[in-house]
């Protein structure tokens, strides 16, 4: 069998296409999110499903230990939970920032922080961060969110230079648009109506399994290999 692979924000979008294509790829895969059922539905072998909030570093923790009694040594954690709550800074509630900075930062870290030592010690593994364009430059109403990808890369980056000379990779793949309930959270309609009609002139976005594909591409790269980073978005996306 294949080495273990756990995949956080794995009830949908992203997350729930990168779930079925590493089982499709022959690995145990360990599934995190809040909603279980929908991880459940997908109906899959050699695999966990766990509801855990990826702020709660006790919930990750557990799951991943015992995922890892089961299957053996994480080897590749991606970190694809993530919320986007769109707003105009004068306009936004500080309850929305706040669950951003958690979900989108802290929700990286708890994970890396379970797995990492274990990949540093044995020379080996893979930490991948779902990041953002809105990780690289700024968008209208996105101040935050913006603020949380930035931190994203930056931290990925940083890490990456840290462990290194381990042959552990930690890499960051940044998306534009991607077709995915992502942007239902936001509650401004009118913030969400402008986006749908913007996206509708790229002609909509990224299907997720592009996503998938780079995903695929960095990690089985061979070991010494690090694709540190992926900036991917339709041609169409100009911003
Ligand atoms: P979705 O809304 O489809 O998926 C988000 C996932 O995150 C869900 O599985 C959700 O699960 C999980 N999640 C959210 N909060 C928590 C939490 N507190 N604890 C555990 N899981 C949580 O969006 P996408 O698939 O589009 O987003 C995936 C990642 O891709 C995000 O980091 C996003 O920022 C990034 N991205 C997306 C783009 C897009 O246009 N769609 C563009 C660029 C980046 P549940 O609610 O069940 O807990």
């Given at each position: 069998?294949?080495?273990?692979?756990?995949?956080?924000?794995?009830?949908?979008?992203?997350?729930?296409?990168?779930?079925?294509?590493?089982?499709?790829?022959?690995?145990?895969?360990?599934?995190?999110?809040?909603?279980?059922?929908?991880?459940?539905?997908?109906?899959?072998?050699?695999?966990?499903?766990?509801s855990v909030d990826v702020i709660k570093k006790d919930e990750v923790e557990k799951a991943i230990?015992?995922?890892?009694?089961?299957?053996?040594?994480?080897?590749?954690?991606?970190?694809?939970?993530?919320?986007?709550?769109?707003?105009?800074?004068?306009?936004?509630?500080?309850?929305?920032?706040?669950?951003?900075?958690?979900?989108?930062?802290?929700?990286?870290?708890?994970?890396?922080?379970?797995?990492?030592?274990?990949?540093?010690?044995?020379?080996?593994?893979?930490?991948?961060?779902?990041?953002?364009?809105?990780?690289?430059?700024?968008?209208?109403?996105?101040?935050?969110?913006?603020?949380?990808?930035?931190a994203v890369h930056s931290i990925t980056e940083a890490m990456r230079k840290e462990?290194?000379?381990?042959?552990?990779?930690?890499?960051?793949?940044?998306?534009?648009?991607?077709?995915?309930?992502?942007?239902?959270?936001?509650?401004?309609?009118?913030?969400?109506?402008?986006?749908?009609?913007?996206?509708?002139?790229?002609?909509?976005?990224?299907?997720?399994?592009?996503?998938?594909?780079?995903?695929?591409?960095?990690?089985?790269?061979?070991?010494?290999?690090?694709?540190?980073?992926?900036?991917?978005?339709?041609?169409?996306?100009?911003?």
């Open positions: 069998m294949k080495k273990l692979v756990v995949i956080t924000g794995a009830s949908s979008g992203i997350g729930k296409e990168l779930a079925k294509a590493f089982l499709k790829e022959g690995h145990p895969v360990l599934l995190l999110a809040r909603r279980k059922h929908l991880m459940e539905e997908l109906n899959l072998e050699n695999c966990i499903c766990k230990l015992e995922a890892e009694a089961k299957y053996g040594k994480t080897n590749l954690l991606i970190n694809c939970a993530g919320i986007m709550l769109l707003g105009k800074a004068d306009v936004q509630s500080y309850e929305e920032w706040d669950n951003m900075i958690d979900v989108n930062i802290k929700g990286i870290l708890t994970g890396t922080n379970v797995v990492l030592p274990n990949m540093v010690k044995e020379n080996d593994g893979t930490i991948i961060n779902i990041s953002s364009i809105a990780g690289r430059k700024t968008f209208d109403n996105h101040s935050v969110y913006c603020g949380t990808k930035f462990v290194a000379s381990t042959n552990v990779r930690i890499i960051t793949i940044a998306p534009g648009v991607v077709e995915t309930p992502l942007l239902s959270h936001t509650t401004d309609d009118k913030i969400k109506e402008d986006y749908n009609k913007w996206k509708e002139t790229i002609e909509g976005g990224l299907d997720a399994k592009k996503i998938v594909d780079c995903v695929k591409f960095a990690y089985y790269m061979p070991q010494d290999v690090c694709v540190r980073e992926i900036v991917i978005a339709k041609t169409k996306q100009e911003d």
